[in-house]
């Protein structure tokens, strides 16, 4: 028989099974807790999800804008063998 491991929830401290927290380290009640005060950040625009939302948002739009945001080409066996002999 296994034993059940157990750890503490990074919000409330509680212990609970491992298994019943989430990825992060956090129980169902604290996740439901985080999850609504990034909605309302965002709803509300602003706080600090929605200024790294923002962040975010606005350096894509200048990799968009000054085509740096480019699909990776795979390299051509040709090309490679152009760069191995000088």
Do not use: P, Q
Not at 29 to 57: D, F, H, P, Q, T
Not at 62 to 74: A, I
């Amino acid at each position: 028989m296994k034993r059940e491991v157990k750890k503490k929830c990074k919000g409330c401290g509680g212990i609970f099974l491992k298994k019943d927290l989430n990825r992060k380290g956090y129980c169902h009640e604290c996740a439901e807790k985080r999850l609504i005060n990034v909605l309302r950040s965002m709803m509300m625009k602003r706080g600090y999800w929605y200024e790294k939302w923002k962040k975010g948002m606005l350096l894509w739009a200048k990799k968009l804008e000054y085509g740096k945001h480019k699909k990776k080409r795979r390299k051509t066996a040709e090309s490679r063998s152009r760069r191995k002999k000088g």
